[in-house]
């Protein structure tokens, strides 16, 4: 799938805590979970630029109330640094109540370890 419009009321932004540099070319997916079966849906995939960003992620439209997951390939990131890591992957959940608003949903990272926060 391809990603949305650069406008996107859903932000990212993957940093490497361990070197002190962006997440860049990280793979990532964007789903939402459906409300009566609980099953996943995939919305779409994307990359991290070199800044460790991946504009665009879902348009305005799109983004409605729900239950959402973003889904990081951390595992492979590592390996393309010539590293390993603990976590083959990592899977933030979030709500959204109110599509409104802007919701920035970054990963703090490092080969043993990782955070998240409700930016803004």
């Not at 859903?10 to 940093?15: G, R, Y």
């Not at 729900?66 to 390993?84: A, C, D, L, N, P």
């Not at 976590?87 to 709500?95: G, L, R, T």
């Amino acid at each position: 799938m391809s990603m949305a419009g650069p406008v996107s009321p859903l932000s990212t932004h993957v940093l490497n805590t361990a070197m002190g540099v962006p997440g860049s070319n990280m793979s990532l997916s964007l789903h939402r979970q459906d409300p009566s079966t609980e099953a996943w849906s995939l919305i779409t995939t994307g990359t991290t630029n070199e800044d460790g960003r991946c504009p665009g992620l879902i348009s305005k439209q799109m983004f409605v109330p729900g239950v959402y997951k973003m889904r990081f390939e951390t595992g492979q990131y590592w390996e393309t640094i010539g590293e390993s890591s603990f976590y083959p992957y990592v899977e933030i959940v979030f709500i959204i109540k109110d599509p409104g608003q802007r919701y920035h949903v970054p990963l703090l990272l490092s080969r043993f370890s990782y955070s998240t926060y409700r930016g803004s």
